[in-house]
């Protein structure tokens, strides 16, 4: 059974930073096109970031456009998330999630993703 484990949340201030961490196992993780999403307490679960299978190609919710990084270590199983000049409208659960089909481009919507780690909380302060 496929595993995600995300890591790396946490409290931090407005303006700090955060760097997540997903390790996958039991996936072919080099072929399958990985992203995050997150959901903030009372409100709808929503796209964050994606990332092709190679890291070619990336896109972003315009909320984190040029604050939030998305990357990938094929070779480590490993997807990140480097969160800079973070903001209180940031605070989250972040889950890691691995596509639906192998070799296809990441997918705004959660229906494109079959796989869901457990999630890791982030609490930006004001």
């Known amino acids: 059974q496929v595993q995600l484990v995300e890591s790396g949340g946490g409290l931090v201030q407005a303006g700090g930073s955060l760097r997540l961490s997903c390790a996958a196992s039991?996936?072919?993780?080099?072929?399958?096109?990985m992203g995050w999403f997150r959901q903030a307490p009372g409100k709808e679960r929503e796209f964050v970031a994606g990332?092709?299978?190679?890291?070619?190609?990336?896109n972003y919710a315009d909320s984190v456009k040029g604050r939030f990084t998305i990357s990938r270590d094929n070779a480590k199983n490993t997807l990140y998330l480097q969160m800079n000049g973070l903001k209180p409208d940031d605070t989250a659960v972040y889950y890691c999630?691995?596509?639906?089909?192998?070799?296809?481009?990441?997918?705004?919507?959660?229906?494109?993703?079959?796989?869901w780690g457990q999630g890791t909380r982030v609490t930006v302060s004001s």
């Open positions: 999630v691995a596509a639906r089909q192998a070799r296809t481009l990441p997918n705004r919507s959660a229906l494109g993703y079959d796989y």
């Open positions: 039991r996936l072919t993780f080099s072929i399958y096109s």
């Open positions: 990332i092709s299978w190679s890291g070619s190609y990336r």
